[in-house]
């Protein structure tokens, strides 16, 4: 088998599996966005993926992104890219300049910045608000008991696009629990995308309204060593 077969074998599973998903949990038809987390994956297996018709991607490193998808988005031009890593403060031009969404806002000095840039660049892209819904202290993001000031605050006062609220739950704990409380803060606050869902736990997160699930292993396999 090919690695372009293979590819397209894992992109109609994982898009089968989806679907059924979102009939089981009685979502309408293409609710639900797949998210091909290509990062540090070989590009002979990106492009597969490309070349099997997928055009929405995760990446994680600001860097790595660009390096990989300019080339590529000059010859498929309706590519998709969301970052989906934490962004640092001194990476906010370039992130805003190249990615189509950004999954991983999460305090305010990243607000701030992101904000500027955008002004200058004249380029929103869709902002998510990144919420740490196990409390990890390891982990990124907003805690749950700050989400609803900092969303507040993301959209009066930095003046951000945001669309919906992303999330990790912790490995070692029921996924289903933390997309529940996920929904919950979105409702409350009138946002319409949820990012969460990935290789082991998209099934359960689309039962919980996600809107994009983010995917890595299934579609391109064991993730390369770094």
């Known amino acids: 088998m090919t690695v372009n077969d293979e590819i397209q074998g894992n992109l109609i599973s994982v898009t089968d599996s989806i679907d059924r998903a979102v009939a089981d949990y009685e979502r309408p038809a293409g609710s639900v966005q797949l998210i091909a987390v290509s990062k540090v994956q070989p590009i002979d297996r990106v492009r597969a993926a490309v070349l099997a018709g997928h055009r929405l991607f995760g990446e994680n490193r600001v860097q790595e992104a660009l390096a990989r998808w300019l080339p590529l ?6 590519i998709q890219v969301h970052l989906i890593g934490p962004l640092q403060t001194n990476k906010a031009r370039d992130a805003v300049g190249f990615f189509d969404a950004i999954h991983t806002v999460d305090r305010p000095r990243l607000a ?5 840039e955008m002004d200058r660049l004249d380029r929103r892209p869709d902002c998510f608000i990144e919420v740490n819904t ?3 202290p390891q982990k990124a993001g907003i805690f749950p008991s700050d989400a ?12 951000l696009p945001v669309v919906g609220l992303m999330c990790i739950p912790p490995a070692d704990e029921e996924p289903a629990l933390h997309f529940a409380l996920l929904r919950e803060i979105a409702k409350r606050n009138g946002l319409a995308e949820l990012s969460m869902g990935m290789s082991g736990d998209y099934q359960t997160a689309i039962g919980f309204d996600a809107s994009l699930v983010r ?3 299934a579609v391109f396999g064991t993730r390369q060593a770094v």
Do not use: M, N, P, W
């Open 134 to 136: 196990g409390k990890e």
């Open 215 to 217: 995917v890595g292993t």
């Open 112 to 116: 701030a910045a992101l904000a500027r």
């Open 148 to 159: 609803d000031q900092f969303i507040d605050s993301c959209r009066t006062e930095y003046g």
């Open 73 to 78: 988005k000059e010859e498929f031009a309706d």
